[in-house]
């Protein structure tokens, strides 16, 4: 074989090689196999927005998880928040908002004597832990046209601690939610991380495997 035969076979593996490889990036980019959508929008070397990152994390953690730890004294303190427009006292006069005595486990629109908003009083259901801790995180996210005007509160202690206190002030408090076998939350934002330096080599392997094969091939 002369040297401009050889040059020609060379050229060919090489222009198949990178064919394939621009190939298998291209689908791997289009079909991301074996990665959920959650990491879909995680490029590599972006970080995440450390809001969405920190939310993600927190909302992966149930509220029981903080409920565990909770203070009802410090949830005390939180609730000059809400005490602009509601009494927690036993049959407390009714401010903007309606009284919050015996709030947990309570029917959503309580006090029938309260002029509620039409999606507050259609919503149904009761306060419960994580309802409760919805709310309390973004009213206009959970119950959307209500007329309470809150922005929320973003931190999971902080609400739990609120929630302690809502408990307390009641006839009958509701018993603690189990706290379910998660880590804490600190590691709950690992796995996220991980997930995604994992995908970098991932696609790696992809681009170099099928790339030998038809490069083989071509030699014949
Ligand atoms: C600016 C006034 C205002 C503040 C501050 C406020 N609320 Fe309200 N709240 C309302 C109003 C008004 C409603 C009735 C909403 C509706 O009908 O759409 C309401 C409704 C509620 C309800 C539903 C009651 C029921 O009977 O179903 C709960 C629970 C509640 N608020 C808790 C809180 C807590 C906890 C805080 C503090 C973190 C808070 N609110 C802060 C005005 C307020």
């Keep these: 074989m002369d040297s401009y035969e050889w040059n020609k076979i060379i050229g060919w593996v090489l222009a198949a090689a990178i064919a394939v ?36 994390a927190e909302a992966a953690q149930p509220i029981a998880a903080f409920l565990a730890t909770a203070n009802p004294a410090k949830g005390e303190a939180q609730f000059k928040k809400c ?17 919050l005595y015996g709030i947990l486990g309570a029917k959503v629109a309580h006090i029938a004597s309260f002029a509620y908003s039409d999606a507050v009083k259609g919503h149904g259901g009761n306060w419960g832990w994580d309802e409760l801790s919805h ?42 939610p189990a706290v379910p076998a998660v880590a804490e939350a600190p590691a709950a934002e690992a796995p996220a991380d991980a997930a995604a330096s994992d995908a970098a080599p991932a696609a790696g392997e992809q681009a170099a495997a099928p790339a030998e094969a038809p490069a083989e091939a071509a030699t014949h």
Aim: glycine share 14%.
């Design 135 to 176: 709310w309390i995180e973004s009213p206009r996210k959970y119950i959307p046209g209500n007329k309470m005007s809150f922005a929320g509160i973003s931190k999971p202690q902080d609400r739990a601690d609120l929630l302690a206190y809502l408990n307390s002030q009641s006839d009958s408090p509701l018993p603690l």
């Design 83 to 99: 005490a602009a427009c509601h009494t927690i006292t036993k049959g407390g006069a009714t401010g903007q908002g309606p009284n």
């Design 21 to 56: 490889l621009g190939l298998s990036i291209l689908t791997g980019f289009v079909y991301s196999p074996g990665h959920s959508e959650t990491k879909g929008y995680i490029v590599e070397g972006v970080e995440v927005e450390a809001d969405a990152g920190g939310a993600g």
